[in-house]
Structures are given as structure tokens and as C-alpha cells.
């Protein structure tokens, strides 16, 4: 198997280095990796992205001959708010040859919210609000995927992560029925793949990105492009839940799964 969404150290909130990395990734059993650094547009200034990406494709460069064959380690990165400064976003993608870019949305510009939802107290926002906000949230990502060019789309209902997990607010997601098969539709029309994050399991939210219905939605819809994406910062979750999540994938019908390989798509065996 490989994850194709771990973070390192320069990424503003990881420290991981390249070997911790590398050496537990072994330690699964996991054939490859992508370490996807943070390029949250937004926030390109404070985190010092361009030094932080091309730190990050040093480290690669630098690990790559050691791990040889034991591990392929891939070149990624996770673009988030790309249309919001689209010239940020360009220029970094432009400065490096990446293996595999994700696409995120982090953060929505909604009434008073300004900041990422991961830092954002929803525990007495009213439930209106709440709901608005994720429709905000789909809308922004279909256009996302409607505009810019990417390769896997991450952590599909996040925010749940923090309203559902982190403050209980007991969101039935499948209210955005609609809205969600608007964005499987779109990333089947473009060749994007769909990544299962298992950043949720074994902890508050204890729940996959996205869950298991809308995995369900995806296969009906004729989806087959699948990636395993740990979203690690920190080496023990490196892999994390992948036997379940594969057996999960499995029993749904997805046989295969994706690896990128300088933007080029290959598809192996479950
Ligand atoms: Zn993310
Ligand atoms: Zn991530």
C-alpha cells in the first residue's frame, strides 16, 4: 500500500523529519509515500511556504537513494485555497516538479469566519449558521475541482472533524446529498481521485474522510479512483487504520487504488 498524504517538518504543524518518516512507513509494510507539505494559500506569508515546499523537495532528494527499494517516497504537496490567490498558488506549483498534488479546502471566508475551520470554536454557533457554512464549504470545493488542476481530493466532509468529533454538534452530513454528488460527479469528469483519510479513526471523531455512505455514493456513481491518505504528522499515525480501510474499500468493491508518479496516474491491486 502506499499513503499518499503525509506531512513533515516543514510543514508549520508537523515536525516529523524525512527518516521518521521513511522508517515507520517500512515498519507497516508500506511499499510508498507522499510527503504533502501544507500550501495553504491564505497563509503563505506566515508559513513560509515557498522555503517550506522546496525544503521539503531537498529532503526527498536527500533520503531517496538510502531508502532505494524499500520505499518509494514521492513528491507532493497539499494545495489548499488555490482560487483565492491564484498567483500563489501557480508559482509554487510551477517552481517544483511534484509527483502528486492534492487539493484541500481549509478555510471559507463566511460572515465573521476568517480563519481555518480546524481553529474555529463551533460549540455555540447556531446549527443555521453551521449548516450554511458547510454549504459554503461544498460550493467552494466544487469549484475547486472545477477550475483547478489537481490530482487527489482530500479529506472530503473535514470539517466534520471538528463540528462533529471535536464540539459534538451531531451534523447529519447527508443533508449535502446533493451537493456531495455534484463534487464525486465533477472529480469523475476530470480524472481525480478520491482520497479515503484516516486522519479520524482512533481518536474523537473516530470516523473516515468521508464516511462510508459517501464512498457508497461514489461506487454507484461509477467512481473507481481511490487513494489511502493517513494525513500523519506525527510518525505513529503513518498508515493509520489502512488494514481496516482497505478491507472497508474491499467490501464496497473498489479493487484497485491509485499511486501518482509525476502527475501520471497507476492503478494496483488491493
Ligand atoms: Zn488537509
Ligand atoms: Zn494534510
Redesign the pocket.
Known amino acids: 500500500m502506499f499513503d499518499l498524504h503525509i506531512h513533515s517538518k516543514n510543514s508549520h504543524d508537523s515536525k516529523q523529519t524525512l527518516d521518521e518518516i521513511c522508517e515507520n512507513a517500512i515498519a507497516r509494510g508500506l511499499s510508498g509515500v507522499a510527503v504533502c507539505d501544507h500550501a495553504d494559500t491564505w497563509f503563505f506569508d506566515k508559513d513560509r511556504t515557498y522555503d517550506m515546499i522546496a525544503n521539503c523537495m531537498n529532503d526527498i532528494d536527500a533520503v531517496r537513494e538510502k531508502y532505494g527499494e524499500r520505499l518509494e517516497i514521492l513528491k507532493g504537496v497539499?494545495m489548499?485555497e488555490y482560487l483565492d490567490y491564484p498567483e500563489r498558488a501557480e508559482r509554487l506549483l510551477q517552481a517544483h516538479d511534484f509527483d502528486v498534488i492534492l487539493g484541500?479546502v481549509?478555510s471559507i471566508l463566511y460572515e465573521d469566519i476568517t480563519d481555518a475551520y480546524s481553529r474555529i470554536d463551533f460549540s455555540a454557533m447556531p446549527m443555521e449558521k453551521i449548516f450554511e457554512f458547510l454549504g459554503e464549504y461544498f460550493g467552494k470545493m466544487a469549484e475547486m475541482v472545477e477550475k483547478t488542476d489537481f490530482d487527489i481530493l482530500?479529506?472530503l466532509t473535514?470539517p466534520l472533524r471538528y463540528i462533529n468529533g471535536k464540539y459534538k454538534r451531531n451534523v447529519d452530513i447527508l443533508y449535502f446529498k446533493k451537493e456531495i454528488g455534484e463534487v464525486l460527479s465533477l472529480i469523475q469528469q476530470k480524472g481525480i481521485a478520491l482520497e479515503l483519510n484516516t486522519s479520524g479513526i482512533g481518536n474523537a471523531y473516530g470516523d473516515y474522510m468521508p464516511h462510508e455512505t459517501i464512498l457508497r455514493m461514489y461506487k454507484d456513481m461509477g467512481g473507481k479512483l481511490i487513494t489511502l491518505g493517513s494525513?500523519a504528522h506525527m510518525p505513529q499515525y503513518i498508515g493509520n487504520g489502512f488494514k481496516d480501510a482497505k478491507e472497508l474499500l474491499r467490501g464496497i468493491g473498489f479493487h484497485e487504488y491509485c499511486v501518482f508518479r509525476q502527475r501520471k496516474m497507476s492503478l494496483y491491486q488491493f
Open positions: 497539499e489548499a484541500s481549509h482530500t479529506h473535514c494525513d
